[in-house]
């Protein structure tokens, strides 16, 4: 086990009605709030009638910026910013999923920063000071309720980029799995690929000897195996949609990837396609995830793979270590499309012409992935095998 | 899975060389602390001596109470509070294992009420302030470095009670492993059955839907069965070691049992044994661990014994629940015997005569377990079966 430092100072009030504890939690911060959301979802679930009845009856003044889109982009981003100098806010209040939490922390980060916005996304290291944040969760799927990081995009520049600190972890969350009662199906879907796809970049690292960390993050993968596909049958499934909404926090808090080597693969990779295509991300985590498996399966990272289908895909354990790997990728590919999730690239838009240059960028600081890191020539395989 | 509010403020330094970071951190809170341990084998091993001269060239200014017992005891507590109340202490920093800690916290909330000690162990609602905490880890087993509960004993009334505050939990904790190479067979053994026992408290709980929390709670389990024996193997084993280590403190941090009903049951039947007989803990809680098993086993819970040996004990699912359930318990039984841990009360000095009596004690708030809640006559029941 390597070296760490953990600190998960995120507060969470997790279960059906724990949004009445807003307005208390809100007043330990101030009295003038930011409220982002995205595209009205909360206005037609009751949940922004709630909040906004809440807010009122304790006098916290607040301003909106609604409309973050799905792949929240830096000119939001500065929106919010100016509102926030013009009134003074206290506190971001994000009421929505990973999209609209990203674009609240990054608002709030760049509230104390002189330069433009996008400054502070391509280099972290700018942030000195982060406005207090806080959440509201209605989608399982980017943890960035209970995490440091956030994904912002710039449309003209077909730039996706991640960045973080930690004084952007919320100082607490709401998570009432109620909220997602309403998510359709396809995003019940992506949202699930999306916390799978956090547990693996934690899980298939060059690290061995984190035993602890492994079993926990098959944890959460059987929590996703066992919950997705129910919860998007039976939408208002509680068992379903609490399991999902608890197992998106902890995917990602630090909690499976402390002690570990991290590097992460997929996400670079899908990062790029989202960044030119405005794909969902948790399908494009899906359609890369078991192309990525395949290709690095090798001598070397057999054993990881194997240990995967015996304790995640319940394989007998007595068999060739080749055939049970394969049989686990084969496995997580099925487990997608039962979630009707597209296989291919083609599918959702995405041709030949700019593989290459995609690849180029996902490896623009390096080798990316810990269990075997590859290179943009390997990612260029990737993306081509998952056309 | 049952509402829950989650707050784990604990910063966690782990590895090896952590404590480097004590001094930095300790100024956080003052310059003055009390330094808290118990019978000296940090002088042996080389531990005191690196953070004395950390707080010497930090010029931290620092008091001592040494020899904390096993069962801490609230005459040290008593000691404790008048030396931080005549030096004014700004921390109280204990190294050591769990009896150290939780009597350094109880230290800390004693300091700012004016009544007896005494009185916040009985009594945890009279605790309002507390002196900030710290701790260097010795021992994997109590999981105190991470959470806001202290067991403290008074001999003379053979009473041994559990307190607790969020105050108490400890503002940071070093958790080095190679502190822990130094400690002998029979205490590994001990600190391994207790990090089960808190696993086993958590998870036979009557709430049925809380999937996500089951399933990290056998990663522990596993974490215990996969790494107990081998650390008494080979003591200066970091892997095994490491993952102990960290377990503990999971095992108890509130990771295993937010969303869940809790009422530990064999925790409380082991503190009456101590109380009394001044045993060690884990060496109780595993004596009476299987016969508690074995006695609750019914058509209720058969399924979750079974639940347990499938995916703890890797027993194949296809067979008859009872069966499973039965196997399940003795490996349990076994795991704690390949420990050398004793199997019988009779084998620690514990006899008839008292058993009534502490039995009676132990169910003193009401009937104690989740699963299946039992009152004193099943207790006295499974303390005759553990003779």
Redesign the interface.
Known sequence: ?????????T????????VSVLPEQIKEYGSKVLLVYGGGSIKRNGLYDDIVKGLKTNSIEFWELSGVEPNPRITTVRKGVEICRENKIDLVLAVGGGSTIDCAKVIAGAFYYEGDAWDIVKNPSKISKVLPIATVLTLAATGSEMDVFAVITDVDANEKLGTGHPDMAPRFSVLD?TYTFSVPQNQTAAGTADIMSHTFEAYFSSTK????QD??A???L??CI??GRKAMEEPEN??AR??LM??SS?AING?LS??KDKNWVVHPMEHELSAYYDITHGVGLAILTPNWMKYILDDNTVEKFAEFGVNVWDIPRDGDKYVIANTAIAKTREYFVSLGIPTKLSEVGIGEDKLEEMAKKSVRHGKIGSLKPIDHEDVLNIFKASL
């Open positions: 086990m390597l070296n760490f430092d953990y600190s998960i100072p507060k969470v009030f997790f279960g059906k009605g724990k799995p000897e984190a035993f602890l079993r926990m098959e944890a959460i059987k929590t066992n919950y509680y068992e609490s399991n608890w197992a902890l909690l402390f002690g």
